[in-house]
């Protein structure tokens, strides 16, 4: 992004003489509008965005596609890792040379809103025509839009069924299932030597409990930026992870931990040394092509025990606009081509989500390999039975993941009871939101 100046020299070559100081320093007061239409600029455009090696190959093919409809924008492409990306979008926003197209994630919208560094994006001529309005409503808050859906995924339990079979253990009817059926569940499977039933590295994320307390009504923050469940809530959660534990369900302490460093590709479930999981959808082609076999996919237990379903469709990511882009218009060109042309959505496909354009998603259905076909299948068959999403996570609610984790390690451990560990996440949390 580089705004004209009389010696011709970019604005973003003229920041980069400071940026290994950037990261301290405030956002420059910003350029552009919020609305009344996009304003052209000098059609230099960088954009940023995560993912792995595929990811970062196809976006580049549809870069190169973008690029042949629209003479006189260039475009400098800058891939990264989740963790590397933030970082590093942090000291581009700091220093005020913020990519003019940018991934988003929940965790992070209202933050960067709060920073000054992203552009509303309702009156640039994006169309979102065919985008549902719960969709749009994720990446909406004070009125404006500021992350627009590139599609949407759901939590699910992954379940290896050679694994299942192995262990003699029969499949569970995930429509009517409780969390003392999950446990069950997964014991059995420990108990035959066949699998570990379940590696529990997920029960330190937010997303899982979050779930778990929509099903009692409550929820992980309120409309008003709070925390949104009670005490109760989350020490039934924490007891639950020890009753597990006690119960063989899920491994001793150390493996847990070992098991949340190696990474996905390394997990248990991965390895074909676990038997379940719970991911996100778009996480299926990535488990299956590592394992190598099939899996299946189950709803998360407790959904028809609670006062209101716990499940939703999230976000996958967001496509933003950063509010000092140099050329409002081909930013918006570009969005709108990675949301809504033929040639964006032959290539991604489901990577990032099924399509947030439902005509897009609908055409594209034959063309999925199996394994996001399998995620499209189970969110169809979910869909009829959610209910209203989540609000847009709090400025510092990104923190709530690393936050979570540590009170888990210390509780599995045995170095906090199950109330100190929920005093110690909501007070940690609390302070990072401001609540």
Same mark, same amino acid.
């Given at each position: 992004?580089?705004?004209?100046?009389?010696?011709?020299?970019?604005?973003?070559?003229?920041?980069?003489?400071?940026?290994?100081?950037?990261?301290?320093?405030?956002?420059?007061?910003?350029?552009?509008?919020?609305?009344?239409?996009?304003?052209?600029?000098?059609?230099?455009?960088?954009?940023?965005?995560?993912?792995?090696?595929?990811?970062?190959?196809?976006?580049?093919?549809?870069?190169?596609?973008?690029?042949?409809?629209?003479?006189?924008?260039?475009?400098?492409?800058?891939?990264?890792?989740?963790?590397?990306?933030?970082?590093?979008l942090n000291v581009s926003v700091s220093g005020n040379n913020a990519p003019d197209v940018l991934q988003q994630d929940d965790r992070y919208l209202r933050?960067?809103?709060?920073?000054?560094?992203?552009? %509303?994006?309702?009156?640039?001529?994006?169309?979102?025509?065919?985008?549902?309005?719960?969709?749009?409503?994720?990446?909406?808050?004070?009125?404006?839009?500021?992350?627009?859906?590139?599609?949407?995924?759901?939590?699910?339990?992954?379940?290896?069924?050679?694994?299942?079979?192995?262990?003699?253990?029969?499949?569970?009817?995930?429509?009517?299932?409780?969390?003392?059926?999950?446990?069950?569940?997964?014991?059995?499977?420990?108990?035959?030597?066949?699998?570990?039933?379940?590696? %529990?590295?997920?029960?330190?994320?937010?997303?899982?409990?979050?779930?778990?307390?929509?099903?009692?009504?409550?929820?992980?923050?309120?409309?008003?930026?709070?925390?949104?469940?009670?005490?109760?809530?989350?020490?039934?959660?924490?007891?639950?992870?020890?009753?597990?534990?006690?119960?063989?369900?899920?491994?001793?302490?150390?493996?847990?931990?070992?098991?949340?460093?190696?990474?996905?590709?390394?997990?248990?479930?991965?390895?074909?040394?676990?038997?379940?999981?719970?991911?996100?959808?778009?996480?299926?082609?990535?488990?299956?092509?590592?394992?190598?076999?099939?899996?299946?996919?189950?709803?998360?237990?407790?959904?028809?025990?609670?006062?209101?379903?716990?499940?939703?469709?999230?976000?996958?990511?967001?496509?933003?606009?950063?509010?000092?882009?140099?050329?409002?218009?081909?930013?918006?060109?570009?969005?709108?081509?990675?949301?809504?042309?033929?040639?964006?959505?032959?290539?991604?496909?489901?990577?990032?989500?099924?399509?947030?354009?439902?005509?897009?998603?609908?055409?594209?259905?034959?063309?999925?390999?199996?394994?996001?076909?399998?995620?499209?299948?189970?969110?169809?068959?979910?869909?009829?039975?959610?209910?209203?999403?989540?609000?847009?996570?709090?400025?510092?609610?990104?923190?709530?993941?690393?936050?979570?984790?540590?009170?888990?390690?210390?509780?599995?451990?045995?170095?906090?009871?199950?109330?100190?560990?929920?005093?110690?996440?909501?007070?940690?949390?609390?302070?990072?939101?401001?609540?």
């Open positions: 992004m580089r705004n004209s100046n009389p010696s011709g020299v970019s604005r973003r070559t003229l920041a980069k003489a400071g940026i290994l100081g950037a990261a301290a320093a405030p956002l420059l007061a910003a350029c552009g509008n919020d609305g009344g239409g996009a304003e052209e600029g000098d059609g230099e455009l960088d954009f940023w965005w995560w993912g792995s090696d595929p990811r970062h190959e196809y976006t580049q093919q549809i870069i190169d596609a973008f690029l042949a409809k629209n003479e006189g924008v260039t475009i400098k492409p800058s891939p990264n890792e989740f963790d590397s990306y933030w970082d590093a933050d960067y809103a709060d920073k000054n560094a992203l552009l %509303a994006l309702d009156d640039l001529g994006i169309d979102l025509s065919n985008i549902e309005e719960g969709t749009l409503q994720t990446g909406r808050f004070d009125g404006k839009t500021y992350g627009i859906p590139t599609g949407v995924n759901a939590l699910t339990l992954v379940v290896n069924p050679a694994l299942v079979e192995a262990a003699g253990v029969a499949m569970p009817d995930d429509k009517t299932w409780t969390w003392a059926d999950f446990m069950q569940f997964t014991t059995d499977i420990s108990a035959s030597g066949a699998a570990i039933g379940n590696s %529990a590295i997920t029960f330190s994320n937010e997303s899982l409990f979050n779930v778990f307390a929509r099903q009692k009504g409550e929820s992980l923050y309120t409309d008003d930026g709070k925390l949104g469940f009670t005490e109760g809530t989350m020490n039934a959660w924490w007891q639950m992870v020890l009753d597990m534990q006690a119960s063989g369900a899920i491994p001793e302490s150390s493996t847990i931990v070992e098991s949340f460093a190696a990474g996905q590709d390394q997990a248990p479930l991965a390895t074909g040394t676990g038997a379940t999981e719970f991911y996100w959808t778009n996480q299926i082609g990535a488990l299956q092509s590592v394992l190598g076999s099939d899996l299946v996919l189950l709803r998360v237990p407790g959904e028809s025990e609670g006062s209101q379903p716990g499940l939703y469709l999230k976000s996958a990511m967001f496509w933003s606009i950063s509010r000092t882009t140099s050329d409002q218009a081909a930013s918006a060109k570009l969005v709108d081509f990675l949301l809504n042309s033929d040639e964006s959505l032959d290539l991604m496909l489901g990577d990032r989500g099924l399509p947030a354009n439902t005509a897009q998603r609908e055409r594209i259905l034959p063309q999925l390999p199996p394994d996001q076909a399998l995620a499209a299948s189970y969110i169809a068959d979910l869909t009829p039975d959610l209910g209203e999403g989540p609000v847009v996570p709090p400025v510092g609610s990104g923190t709530a993941a690393d936050i979570m984790l540590g009170v888990f390690e210390t509780l599995i451990f045995g170095q906090t009871t199950v109330e100190e560990s929920t005093a110690a996440f909501m007070e940690q949390l609390s302070a990072e939101i401001g609540a």
